[in-house]
C-alpha cells in the first residue's frame, strides 16, 4: 500500500518540522521556498493528497477542493481561526472532510500580546518611542506625554471565549472598574470566576466601556461589525484594542473615528488586509499603534501549535480522531 501524502505549505518551527520531515509512515510533499505558497502553485500541489497542513495564507475555496480531489481527508491549519477556510464550500462539497485547528496552545501568548498592546496603546508608546528618537525630549514636564490609566475604568470584551477570558483574567490584576463582555451565548462559568457580567445590547456594552478588547470570531455576523456606527456609540476618549481579526473593523472608519472622536486610541495586532498598505492613513495616526500580527508569535507557542497541526494531520490521514477538529 502506498504512504498517505501530505502537502506542508510552509516550513514550519524546528522541532514540529522536523517530526514531520523524518516521519516514515508519509511520503510530504513540501512547499519550501520563503513566503506563502501562491494560489496557482497550491491549487497544483494539492492534487491528489490525502491531508494538507497550511496557514492562514492559504485561501480553502470550491476552488482548492475542487482542485485536491476527493481522496483529500485533512485539511489541518496553524492557527486557531479558520476564516480562512470557507466552511460553506466544505459543507456543500465536501462535508466528510475533517479539519483541525489549534486552540488552547496559543491562548496565553496571546492573551499576553493583548495585555502589553493595551498597555502600549493606553501609555502612548509609539508616540513616546517616536519622541525618545526624534531629539524633541525636552525637560521633564508634567503634562508630558500623558496617557490612561488601566485602574477604575470599565474594560468591554467583545467575544469572550478562551482568549478573551485569559485576557480578563490578566486584567483583573489592574483593578478595573468593573468587566462586562458582549457575546452570543452567557458564560456562567467566566461570570463566575471573573467577575465579568454580560451585556445585552451592543449599544449598552459600548457605551459602558472605557476600554474595548475585541476577542471575537471572524464571521458573517462580525464582519465589519466595527464601522462609523459602532465607534459612534463608544465612550469619548475611549481605548480599542483588536488581536482578533481585521475584518471586524473597517478601517477607515477607525481612522475617522480617531482623528475626530470619539476614540481616545487604537491598538490593532491584525488587520484587513494583511500585509497592512505601508500608505494607510492609518498609520500616521499617533494614537493608533499597529503591530503586524504577532499574538501568537513566542518560540514555545509556534511550536505547540505546529505541532498540534502535524498531530491533527497525521491523524486524519490515518482516519483517527482528530485532537483538536473544527465541529460544524
Ligand atoms: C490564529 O491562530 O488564528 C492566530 O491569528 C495566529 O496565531
Redesign the pocket.
Known amino acids: 500500500m502506498s504512504k498517505p501524502r501530505i502537502l506542508l505549505t510552509r516550513t514550519l518551527t524546528p522541532r514540529a518540522h522536523s517530526r514531520i520531515v523524518n516521519d516514515s509512515r508519509i511520503s510530504l510533499v513540501h512547499w519550501s521556498e520563503p513566503g506563502a505558497i501562491p494560489p496557482e502553485k497550491f491549487r497544483e500541489m494539492i492534487k491528489g493528497v490525502d491531508g494538507a497542513i497550511v496557514l492562514?495564507t492559504e485561501k480553502i475555496n470550491a476552488d482548492v477542493l475542487q482542485a485536491a480531489g476527493p481522496q483529500l481527508k485533512v485539511i489541518s491549519?496553524?492557527?486557531?481561526?479558520?476564516?480562512h477556510i470557507s466552511v460553506p464550500d466544505v459543507k456543500r462539497l465536501r462535508p466528510d472532510l475533517k479539519i483541525g485547528?489549534?486552540p488552547d496552545v496559543?491562548t496565553d501568548?496571546?492573551a499576553e500580546l493583548t495585555v502589553g498592546l493595551l498597555l502600549a496603546t493606553a501609555r502612548r508608546f509609539k508616540e513616546s518611542l517616536d519622541i525618545a528618537k526624534s531629539g524633541k525630549w525636552g525637560d521633564w514636564n508634567p503634562q508630558f506625554l500623558m496617557g490612561t490609566q488601566i485602574s477604575g475604568k470599565s474594560i468591554g470584551f467583545f467575544g469572550f471565549g478562551r482568549i478573551g477570558q485569559a485576557v480578563a483574567h490578566r486584567l483583573k490584576g489592574f483593578s478595573p472598574s468593573r468587566m462586562t463582555y458582549f457575546s452570543p451565548s452567557p458564560k456562567p462559568d467566566a461570570e463566575k470566576s471573573l467577575g465579568a457580567f454580560r451585556e445585552s445590547s451592543i449599544e449598552q456594552f459600548l457605551g459602558a466601556s472605557d476600554i474595548v478588547i475585541v476577542t471575537c470570531k471572524l464571521t458573517g455576523e462580525t464582519r465589519g461589525i466595527f464601522n462609523a456606527k459602532s465607534f459612534g456609540l463608544m465612550r469619548p476618549g475611549s481605548i480599542f484594542i483588536n488581536?482578533?481579526?481585521g475584518g471586524i473593523v473597517n478601517h477607515m472608519d477607525l481612522f475617522r473615528a480617531l482623528e475626530s472622536g470619539p476614540l481616545g486610541s487604537a491598538g490593532l495586532d491584525?488587520t484587513d488586509p494583511e500585509p497592512f498598505p505601508a500608505d494607510h492613513p492609518l498609520l500616521t495616526r499617533p494614537n493608533c499603534l499597529i503591530l503586524p500580527?504577532i499574538?501568537?508569535?513566542t518560540l514555545e507557542?509556534?511550536e505547540a501549535?505546529a505541532d498540534l497541526a502535524v498531530s491533527n494531520c497525521l491523524a486524519g490521514v490515518f482516519g483517527e480522531e482528530l485532537p483538536a477538529p473544527v465541529h460544524f
Open positions: 492562514l491549519t496553524v492557527s486557531v481561526g479558520y476564516d485547528i489549534t496559543l501568548a496571546t488581536t482578533a481579526r491584525v500580527h499574538g501568537s508569535a507557542t509556534r501549535m
